[in-house]
């Protein structure tokens, strides 16, 4: 019950939805009813022509079929700000639905990591159907400060997460490749980062010095809320070293194309940290519209 009134929380405050409560409301029915009664996949119509392939027990792609775009603030922020031929990094993609908003509808090349072998099969898989072998480049793999191996559970969803010492396991866990995101990338910088890694964001950071210190690099879009404690970090340490290399926290209105400083990170969901903001106002100003939900963003 939790879950549910959650949920109908979430669709009728989200903004592409709570003016249109009731129509979220029936694609939530009908997603349930599919789910528990057919048990099969979906292959969802996404944006501008994109897909998602999605199953039962996606808890964050099941958001892009309620309200269009889940995460509808980063998700039109990466849409207003990406060019075609631009590097995107997709930390942490779990099924793709950055890596497949970058790609097949922006154009940008992407680097899409997902360490956890089920949800890259998944990830790989929506790769196919639209058709992006050429401009996304797939990673099996976890990221972290230094080359090696680590435990990862491998049942949690959206919170797999790397294992703690004295961490036990909720559920099954496996041995993941781990590599820093400077060796990965080779050379390479992206525009911009999502890293969404549940609480391992200063490990990745540390890991990807060189790539932060290239002005190439406009914006990171990352999640601080807590996860970070499990490996004895705290948010003001990955907020002051991001403030250190030059980013400043914002959000962003995709409706308006507003996007405003903020004091601090956002406690409760991600944060957009940006840098070079004439660089980013000029795009965001100059980007085409997009149609969601047959609204214009």
């Known amino acids: ?62 958001g892009n079929i309620y309200t269009g775009l ?9 849409l207003h700000l990406l060019r075609p031929g631009d590097i995107f990094c997709d930390a942490g993609a779990n099924i793709g639905s950055f890596t497949i908003l970058a790609s097949a509808v922006i154009k940008a090349n992407t680097l899409s990591f997902e360490p956890v072998p089920v949800t890259f099969m998944h990830l790989k898989r929506n790769v196919t ?58 050379g390479r910088t992206p525009v911009l980062i999502k890293m969404d890694v549940e609480g391992y964001e200063l490990s990745v950071l540390k890991g990807a010095a060189s790539t932060i210190k290239d002005l190439t690099l406009k914006a990171i879009i990352i999640e601080l809320n807590g996860s970070c404690h499990r490996y004895g970090v705290e948010e003001r340490e990955i907020h002051q070293y991001l403030i250190s290399a030059g980013f400043a926290p914002g959000s962003y209105d995709p409706f308006e194309r507003i996007l405003v400083k903020r004091e601090t990170y956002n406690l409760h969901g991600n944060t957009i940290y940006i840098r070079d903001e004439p660089f980013i106002r000029q795009r965001i100003k100059k980007a085409p519209f997009f149609t969601v939900l047959n609204q214009k963003i």
């Open 129 to 186: 159907i639209n058709h992006l072998e050429s401009t996304v480049e797939l990673f099996n793999c976890g990221l972290g400060d230094e080359p090696g191996s680590l435990h990862f559970t491998k049942d949690l969803d959206t919170v797999n997460h790397v294992m703690t010492g004295g961490e036990k396991a909720a559920g099954q866990t496996i041995e993941v490749e781990i590599k820093t995101l400077d060796q990965a990338l080779n």
């Open 70 to 78: 889940h995460e509808f603030e980063e998700m039109g922020f990466l």
């Open 1 to 62: 019950m939790k879950n549910i009134y959650q949920t109908v929380h979430f669709l009728f405050n989200h903004p592409l939805t709570r003016k249109r409560k009731w129509s979220a409301i029936k694609r939530f029915a009908r997603w349930q009813f599919h789910a528990k009664i057919l048990n099969l996949p979906v292959v969802y119509p996404f944006i501008e022509g994109s897909q998602l392939i999605i199953t039962k027990g996606m808890t964050g792609a099941t």
